[in-house]
């Protein structure tokens, strides 16, 4: 059993005749321009010529790229397969299964799956979010994959472990990705970044592995508005280091186009590890940052009436009329907005502290295009919370929004007492 090093949260694992990739990222940017690879990837697109598998472990563009799967040679495509979780919408199958790849197979909870000689997987989603966790197993070794997955309460991978068992070699996150408060709040983000240290070994102690590689983290925060988060992120070296405190669990760092024969001695984590440094000292000497355009008014209003039309379509109107408007102020066109449901987005006198959100018209203008805009925005941390507004008024259309992505809608009143209904007789 081997491990090619592709980028960020992608590697290919390679057992008897299977080669699987995991979430190839391989180029570009992600998040609406908000987040950039850390590290050049040395893995090709003719390196696909004998992948037998790709796993996506959720719809986030840094592990699920359509832009990179487009460019995958199509004879190489229908030679794949691809491994997805069951989802309400189906959307990401549906869509790899018009590239023409050999197959694609959605993934059951509860239910492994053989995919060659000695080798099976378990893959399942946590709580309602879109983040799934795969493990690998054969009879000699067992790889558990967390990419995103977080954990609010320690009891969450207990019962992980109690369903899978044994894992010999655990990947998981090492650094914050998504806001982690304002320009000028350095102290939350450190906070944030220690946080996500904690999980790490957190989740190293539930599970007990012989091996632990950090991941997922790979990246930098590449926009003009989100560049500040840049500088509390976490280092690949200090969560090695955090790890190598941990007693009978070895950590292996990885960087682009290495390999490691799993269970056989690794020496390459020190060289790993300057290797990223090197990259990470390029964001801040001399980075490429990107400034996104300002969008015309008149496009932002078409795609906001757009957005409105598309979500009273969808969801209950009167749920949708009901919720209270957001205000926001641009930063670029040094406006202020006010959007609902009931009145479209309208111009306001809301001052730039008063308002419940400051960013750019393009990130707003994202925002209104797309189901998965207002997750992405918080992702991309591409925003700031003024001192005098109130996100949750934002929060509101997140959740509306996220839903429609999902698949799913805002129920009327009767739906949403029926299912009030249900969880008191449950919980009685």
């Known amino acids: 059993m081997k491990i090619r090093w592709v980028n960020h949260a992608s590697f290919v694992l390679e057992f008897g005749d299977v080669k699987l990739i995991s979430d190839p990222w391989l180029e570009g940017t992600a998040f609406n321009d908000g987040w950039a690879l850390l590290s050049p990837t040395a893995f090709r697109y003719e390196d696909f010529a004998d992948i037998t598998h790709i796993w996506f472990s959720h719809e986030h563009p840094d592990h699920f790229a359509p832009h990179v799967l487009k ?79 977080y954990f ?27 806001w982690c408060g304002n320009k000028d709040r350095g102290q939350e983000r450190k906070e944030a970044a220690g946080e996500k240290l904690n999980e790490m070994l957190m989740q190293a102690a539930v599970f007990q592995p012989r091996f632990v590689i950090p991941f997922a983290s790979f990246v930098w925060f590449c926009n003009q508005d989100n560049y500040f988060m840049n500088y509390e992120v976490n280092r690949i070296g200090e969560a090695y280091n955090r790890l190598r405190a941990i007693q009978q669990v070895e950590p292996i760092v990885l960087y682009p186009g290495f390999e490691w ?103 707003l203008h994202y925002c209104f295009n797309f189901d998965w805009g207002f997750a992405t925005l918080e992702v991309s941390g591409r925003f700031e919370k003024p001192p005098k507004g109130d996100y949750n008024n934002v929060s509101q259309y997140l959740w509306v929004s996220e839903l429609m992505n999902r698949g799913k809608y805002v129920p009327g009143r009767y739906h949403r007492g029926l299912t009030k209904l249900r969880q008191a007789l449950r919980l009685e």
Not at 100 to 122: N, R
Not at 298 to 314: F, G, N, T, V
């Open 152 to 178: 609010r309460r320690e009891s969450e991978p207990v019962k992980i472990k109690q369903k899978i068992g044994k894992v010999d070699l655990l990947l998981c996150q090492f650094s914050y990705a998504n």
């Open 71 to 149: 460019k995958i040679p199509v004879d190489y495509r229908r030679n794949i397969t691809v491994l997805y979780q069951r989802t309400v919408d189906r959307k990401v199958a549906e869509f790899c299964r018009t590239l023409q790849f050999k197959e694609v197979l959605e993934l059951y909870p509860d239910s492994y799956l053989k995919i060659g000689d000695g080798i099976s997987l378990l893959c399942e989603k946590i709580r309602n979010e879109s983040d799934s966790w795969l493990f690998i197993k054969t009879p000699e070794f067992t790889i558990l994959n967390l990419n995103d997955c």
């Open 261 to 363: 024969e799993i269970e056989h001695e690794y020496a390459r984590s020190d060289e790993a590890i300057d290797l990223y440094q090197k990259d990470y000292e390029k964001v801040f000497d001399n980075p490429a940052i990107v400034a996104s355009p300002s969008k015309e008014l008149a496009e932002l209003k078409a795609a906001a009436e757009a957005y409105r039309s598309r979500c009273l379509q969808k969801n209950d109107r009167l749920k949708l009329l009901s919720l209270a408007p957001f205000t926001c102020y641009l930063t670029d066109l040094r406006m202020s907005f006010s959007f609902s449901y009931r009145d479209g987005l309208v111009q306001c006198e809301c001052g730039p502290e008063d308002a419940d959100l400051s960013l750019g018209s393009q990130a």
